[in-house]
Protein backbone atom coordinates (compact mmCIF):
# COMPACT_ATOMS: atom_id res chain seq x y z
CA UNK A 1 0.00 0.00 0.00
CA UNK A 2 1.21 3.33 -0.95
CA UNK A 3 0.14 6.55 -0.85
CA UNK A 4 1.05 9.73 -3.84
CA UNK A 5 1.23 13.06 -2.81
CA UNK A 6 0.22 15.99 -5.03
CA UNK A 7 2.72 18.49 -3.56
CA UNK A 8 1.32 22.40 -3.63
CA UNK A 9 4.09 24.78 -4.87
CA UNK A 10 4.66 27.53 -7.16
CA UNK A 11 7.52 26.37 -9.46
CA UNK A 12 10.47 27.84 -6.99
CA UNK A 13 9.06 26.61 -3.19
CA UNK A 14 7.24 23.85 -1.66
CA UNK A 15 4.08 25.19 0.27
CA UNK A 16 4.37 24.15 3.74
CA UNK A 17 0.73 22.34 3.07
CA UNK A 18 2.42 19.91 1.49
CA UNK A 19 4.55 19.40 4.89
CA UNK A 20 1.17 19.29 6.78
CA UNK A 21 -0.52 16.84 4.36
CA UNK A 22 2.38 14.70 4.22
CA UNK A 23 2.27 14.05 8.02
CA UNK A 24 -1.53 12.93 7.19
CA UNK A 25 -0.35 10.53 4.55
CA UNK A 26 2.49 9.16 6.57
CA UNK A 27 -0.54 8.05 8.97
CA UNK A 28 -2.43 6.21 6.06
CA UNK A 29 0.26 3.29 6.19
CA UNK A 30 2.72 2.36 3.62
CA UNK A 31 5.21 4.45 1.99
CA UNK A 32 4.44 8.05 0.33
CA UNK A 33 5.70 8.86 -3.21
CA UNK A 34 5.56 12.84 -3.78
CA UNK A 35 4.22 14.18 -7.20
CA UNK A 36 5.66 17.43 -7.96
CA UNK A 37 3.93 18.80 -11.34
CA UNK A 38 5.09 21.47 -13.15
CA UNK A 39 7.16 24.14 -15.00
CA UNK A 40 11.30 24.51 -14.22
CA UNK A 41 10.03 23.11 -10.34
CA UNK A 42 13.53 21.29 -9.77
CA UNK A 43 14.12 22.70 -6.65
CA UNK A 44 11.02 22.37 -5.43
CA UNK A 45 11.30 18.46 -6.09
CA UNK A 46 14.63 18.55 -4.63
CA UNK A 47 12.95 20.23 -1.57
CA UNK A 48 10.16 17.60 -1.36
CA UNK A 49 13.09 14.69 -1.72
CA UNK A 50 14.68 16.21 1.79
CA UNK A 51 10.95 15.75 3.91
CA UNK A 52 11.15 13.45 6.93
CA UNK A 53 9.22 9.87 5.34
CA UNK A 54 9.26 10.71 1.41
CA UNK A 55 10.64 7.59 0.22
CA UNK A 56 10.47 8.71 -3.62
CA UNK A 57 9.49 11.93 -5.63
CA UNK A 58 7.98 11.81 -8.96
CA UNK A 59 8.89 14.85 -11.10
CA UNK A 60 6.79 16.28 -14.07
CA UNK A 61 8.16 18.91 -15.52
CA UNK A 62 6.42 20.27 -18.90
CA UNK A 63 4.63 23.41 -19.90
CA UNK A 64 1.07 22.14 -19.53
CA UNK A 65 1.71 22.30 -15.46
CA UNK A 66 3.34 25.37 -15.16
CA UNK A 67 -0.37 27.42 -14.02
CA UNK A 68 -1.83 24.42 -12.23
CA UNK A 69 -4.94 23.92 -14.30
CA UNK A 70 -7.07 21.31 -13.01
CA UNK A 71 -7.93 19.28 -16.43
CA UNK A 72 -4.34 18.24 -17.19
CA UNK A 73 -3.05 17.94 -13.56
CA UNK A 74 -5.74 15.38 -13.42
CA UNK A 75 -4.94 14.02 -16.20
CA UNK A 76 -1.22 13.53 -14.96
CA UNK A 77 -2.75 12.09 -11.49
CA UNK A 78 -5.01 9.68 -12.96
CA UNK A 79 -2.51 8.36 -15.51
CA UNK A 80 -0.39 7.46 -12.08
CA UNK A 81 -2.79 5.95 -9.58
CA UNK A 82 -2.31 3.09 -10.95
CA UNK A 83 -0.01 1.38 -8.30
CA UNK A 84 -1.29 3.60 -5.55
CA UNK A 85 -3.96 2.94 -2.88
CA UNK A 86 -4.31 6.57 -1.65
CA UNK A 87 -4.69 9.35 -3.79
CA UNK A 88 -3.87 12.49 -1.24
CA UNK A 89 -3.87 16.24 -2.03
CA UNK A 90 -3.62 19.52 0.85
CA UNK A 91 -6.97 20.73 0.38
CA UNK A 92 -5.64 24.24 -1.16
CA UNK A 93 -7.52 26.24 -3.83
CA UNK A 94 -5.62 23.77 -6.42
CA UNK A 95 -6.52 20.25 -4.21
CA UNK A 96 -10.21 21.46 -4.14
CA UNK A 97 -9.85 22.54 -7.93
CA UNK A 98 -7.76 19.12 -9.13
CA UNK A 99 -8.94 16.16 -6.55
CA UNK A 100 -12.79 15.91 -7.32
CA UNK A 101 -11.77 15.49 -11.34
CA UNK A 102 -9.38 13.11 -10.50
CA UNK A 103 -12.38 11.30 -7.88
CA UNK A 104 -14.81 11.37 -10.85
CA UNK A 105 -12.71 10.03 -13.67
CA UNK A 106 -11.78 6.97 -11.34
CA UNK A 107 -15.29 6.74 -10.25
CA UNK A 108 -14.50 6.65 -7.16
CA UNK A 109 -15.92 8.76 -3.72
CA UNK A 110 -13.59 11.78 -2.60
CA UNK A 111 -13.18 12.14 1.40
CA UNK A 112 -12.73 16.13 1.62
CA UNK A 113 -10.64 18.10 4.22
CA UNK A 114 -10.18 15.13 6.32
CA UNK A 115 -8.83 16.46 9.87
CA UNK A 116 -7.97 12.93 11.58
CA UNK A 117 -6.45 9.81 9.67
CA UNK A 118 -7.81 6.90 12.35
CA UNK A 119 -7.05 3.83 9.96
CA UNK A 120 -5.93 3.44 6.29
CA UNK A 121 -9.62 3.38 5.51
CA UNK A 122 -10.71 5.01 7.93
CA UNK A 123 -11.24 9.25 8.91
CA UNK A 124 -12.77 12.00 10.31
CA UNK A 125 -13.48 15.60 8.79
CA UNK A 126 -16.11 18.43 10.16
CA UNK A 127 -19.59 18.95 8.54
CA UNK A 128 -22.06 21.14 9.48
CA UNK A 129 -19.16 24.35 9.71
CA UNK A 130 -17.02 22.50 11.78
CA UNK A 131 -20.45 21.82 14.19
CA UNK A 132 -19.99 18.38 14.17
CA UNK A 133 -17.03 15.80 13.26
CA UNK A 134 -17.92 12.61 10.63
CA UNK A 135 -16.44 9.69 11.18
CA UNK A 136 -16.20 8.35 7.21
CA UNK A 137 -14.99 4.81 6.46
CA UNK A 138 -14.32 4.26 2.69
CA UNK A 139 -14.37 0.72 0.72
CA UNK A 140 -12.94 1.82 -2.25
CA UNK A 141 -10.15 0.22 -3.86
CA UNK A 142 -8.52 4.01 -4.41
CA UNK A 143 -8.86 6.72 -2.22
CA UNK A 144 -9.23 10.36 -3.55
CA UNK A 145 -8.50 12.94 -0.39
CA UNK A 146 -7.62 16.21 0.38
CA UNK A 147 -6.16 16.97 3.89
CA UNK A 148 -7.44 20.09 6.30
CA UNK A 149 -3.73 21.15 6.85
CA UNK A 150 -4.56 23.21 9.65
CA UNK A 151 -5.21 19.92 11.73
CA UNK A 152 -2.05 18.05 10.98
CA UNK A 153 1.75 19.69 11.76
CA UNK A 154 4.22 20.04 9.53
CA UNK A 155 7.02 17.15 8.58
CA UNK A 156 10.48 18.42 9.44
CA UNK A 157 13.25 17.53 6.85
CA UNK A 158 14.90 13.87 7.19
CA UNK A 159 18.12 12.47 7.78
CA UNK A 160 18.59 11.87 3.34
CA UNK A 161 17.12 12.68 0.56
CA UNK A 162 14.37 10.58 -1.42
CA UNK A 163 14.79 9.52 -5.26
CA UNK A 164 13.61 11.89 -7.42
CA UNK A 165 12.27 10.42 -10.73
CA UNK A 166 10.83 11.63 -13.77
CA UNK A 167 7.06 11.32 -14.54
CA UNK A 168 6.45 11.83 -18.06
CA UNK A 169 4.17 14.67 -18.95
CA UNK A 170 0.33 13.03 -20.51
CA UNK A 171 -1.56 14.90 -23.58
CA UNK A 172 -3.26 18.15 -22.59
CA UNK A 173 -7.01 17.23 -22.42
CA UNK A 174 -7.58 21.08 -24.10
CA UNK A 175 -10.46 22.15 -22.16
CA UNK A 176 -9.29 24.88 -20.34
CA UNK A 177 -6.10 27.23 -21.39
CA UNK A 178 -4.89 30.04 -18.74
CA UNK A 179 -5.35 33.80 -19.84
CA UNK A 180 -3.74 35.57 -16.40
CA UNK A 181 -4.04 35.95 -13.15
CA UNK A 182 -4.16 39.19 -10.82
CA UNK A 183 -1.47 38.26 -7.46
CA UNK A 184 -1.29 40.21 -4.76
CA UNK A 185 2.19 40.50 -3.26
CA UNK A 186 2.71 41.41 0.51
CA UNK A 187 5.71 40.94 2.61
CA UNK A 188 3.49 39.79 5.20
CA UNK A 189 2.87 35.78 5.70
CA UNK A 190 0.49 33.86 3.75
CA UNK A 191 -2.70 33.74 5.59
CA UNK A 192 -3.08 30.11 5.61
CA UNK A 193 0.34 29.04 6.85
CA UNK A 194 1.02 32.18 9.44
CA UNK A 195 1.89 31.79 13.04
CA UNK A 196 -0.54 34.95 14.56
CA UNK A 197 -3.37 36.23 12.30
CA UNK A 198 -5.09 39.70 12.86
CA UNK A 199 -8.28 39.63 11.02
CA UNK A 200 -10.91 42.35 10.79
CA UNK A 201 -15.12 42.15 10.18
CA UNK A 202 -17.92 44.35 9.38
CA UNK A 203 -17.15 46.14 12.20
CA UNK A 204 -14.45 47.87 10.50
CA UNK A 205 -16.53 49.96 8.68
CA UNK A 206 -14.20 50.40 5.85
CA UNK A 207 -11.02 49.60 3.47
CA UNK A 208 -9.39 52.53 4.97
CA UNK A 209 -9.75 51.46 8.80
CA UNK A 210 -8.09 48.06 7.81
CA UNK A 211 -5.32 50.06 6.84
CA UNK A 212 -5.38 52.09 9.33
CA UNK A 213 -6.19 50.12 12.68
CA UNK A 214 -5.70 46.63 11.26
CA UNK A 215 -2.27 46.90 9.79
CA UNK A 216 -0.41 48.91 12.08
CA UNK A 217 -1.02 45.67 14.70
CA UNK A 218 -0.44 43.26 12.08
CA UNK A 219 3.13 44.92 10.83
CA UNK A 220 3.85 44.77 14.45
CA UNK A 221 3.33 41.44 15.32
CA UNK A 222 4.94 40.07 11.70
CA UNK A 223 1.19 38.29 11.24
CA UNK A 224 -1.06 37.91 8.53
CA UNK A 225 -4.11 39.68 7.70
CA UNK A 226 -7.95 38.40 7.60
CA UNK A 227 -11.03 39.03 7.30
CA UNK A 228 -15.00 37.68 7.46
CA UNK A 229 -16.84 37.01 4.82
CA UNK A 230 -18.59 40.21 5.50
CA UNK A 231 -16.25 42.10 5.35
CA UNK A 232 -15.08 40.59 1.74
CA UNK A 233 -18.35 41.10 0.81
CA UNK A 234 -18.72 44.78 1.35
CA UNK A 235 -15.52 45.44 -0.73
CA UNK A 236 -13.34 46.28 2.20
CA UNK A 237 -10.31 43.53 1.51
CA UNK A 238 -9.52 40.85 -1.04
CA UNK A 239 -11.17 37.83 -1.16
CA UNK A 240 -7.82 36.25 -0.44
CA UNK A 241 -8.23 37.83 3.06
CA UNK A 242 -10.83 35.65 3.79
CA UNK A 243 -11.37 32.93 6.63
CA UNK A 244 -14.25 30.68 7.00
CA UNK A 245 -16.00 28.02 6.25
CA UNK A 246 -15.99 29.44 2.56
CA UNK A 247 -12.46 31.49 2.63
CA UNK A 248 -9.52 29.69 3.87
CA UNK A 249 -9.40 27.53 7.53
CA UNK A 250 -6.45 28.71 9.32
CA UNK A 251 -5.12 27.65 12.91
CA UNK A 252 -2.47 29.51 13.75
CA UNK A 253 -0.71 30.41 17.35
CA UNK A 254 -2.66 33.24 18.06
CA UNK A 255 -6.19 35.11 15.98
CA UNK A 256 -7.20 37.95 17.11
CA UNK A 257 -10.28 38.85 15.70
CA UNK A 258 -11.51 42.11 15.43
CA UNK A 259 -14.93 43.71 14.72
CA UNK A 260 -16.04 40.13 13.87
CA UNK A 261 -19.34 38.95 15.54
CA UNK A 262 -18.73 35.15 15.16
CA UNK A 263 -21.04 33.51 12.81
CA UNK A 264 -20.68 30.54 12.17
CA UNK A 265 -19.10 29.84 8.98
CA UNK A 266 -16.29 32.58 9.98
CA UNK A 267 -15.80 29.86 13.25
CA UNK A 268 -15.49 27.29 11.40
CA UNK A 269 -12.34 28.75 9.34
CA UNK A 270 -10.47 29.96 12.85
CA UNK A 271 -11.71 27.82 15.86
CA UNK A 272 -8.90 25.84 15.87
CA UNK A 273 -6.83 28.10 16.63
CA UNK A 274 -4.40 28.02 19.98
CA UNK A 275 -5.41 31.15 21.43
CA UNK A 276 -8.35 33.18 20.69
CA UNK A 277 -8.20 37.09 21.65
CA UNK A 278 -11.69 38.90 20.00
CA UNK A 279 -12.48 42.53 20.04
CA UNK A 280 -15.89 43.80 19.42
CA UNK A 281 -18.40 46.41 21.59
CA UNK A 282 -21.12 43.75 21.62
CA UNK A 283 -20.75 41.88 24.66
CA UNK A 284 -23.52 38.98 23.27
CA UNK A 285 -21.62 38.44 20.18
CA UNK A 286 -20.49 34.51 19.27
CA UNK A 287 -16.80 35.23 19.09
CA UNK A 288 -16.62 35.37 22.94
CA UNK A 289 -18.12 31.87 23.44
CA UNK A 290 -14.68 30.45 21.40
CA UNK A 291 -12.04 33.16 22.52
CA UNK A 292 -9.05 32.50 24.59
CA UNK A 293 -9.59 36.39 25.45
CA UNK A 294 -12.06 38.66 25.11
CA UNK A 295 -12.60 42.77 25.23
CA UNK A 296 -16.08 44.28 25.04
CA UNK A 297 -15.00 47.67 23.68
CA UNK A 298 -14.70 50.42 20.46
CA UNK A 299 -12.41 48.95 18.32
CA UNK A 300 -11.07 52.31 16.89
CA UNK A 301 -10.02 52.85 20.42
CA UNK A 302 -9.14 49.77 21.27
CA UNK A 303 -6.73 49.13 18.01
CA UNK A 304 -4.53 52.16 18.69
CA UNK A 305 -4.20 51.71 22.23
CA UNK A 306 -3.03 48.04 21.73
CA UNK A 307 -0.50 49.58 18.94
CA UNK A 308 0.72 51.81 21.63
CA UNK A 309 1.24 49.19 23.80
CA UNK A 310 3.41 46.75 21.64
CA UNK A 311 5.49 49.74 20.51
CA UNK A 312 6.69 50.31 23.83
CA UNK A 313 6.73 46.89 24.41
CA UNK A 314 9.37 46.82 21.50
Not at 174 to 179: D, E, L, T
Request: a neutral charge.
Amino acid sequence: MTVLLFAKHDNNKLNDATRKALTAAKAMGGGVHVLVAGTGCQSVAEAAAKLDGVEKVLLADAPQYEHRLAEPLSALIVALAGPYSHLVAPATTTGKNVMPRVAATLDVMQLSEITKVISADTFERPIYAGNAIQTVQSTDAKKVITVRTASFQATADGAASAPIEAAAAVADPGKSQFKGEEVAKSDRPELAGARIVVSGGRGMGSGENFKKYIEPVADKLGAAMGASRAAVDAGFVPNDYQVGQTGKVVAPELYVAVGISGAIQHLAGMKDSKVIVAINKDADAPIFQVADYGLVGDLFTIMPELKAELDKAG
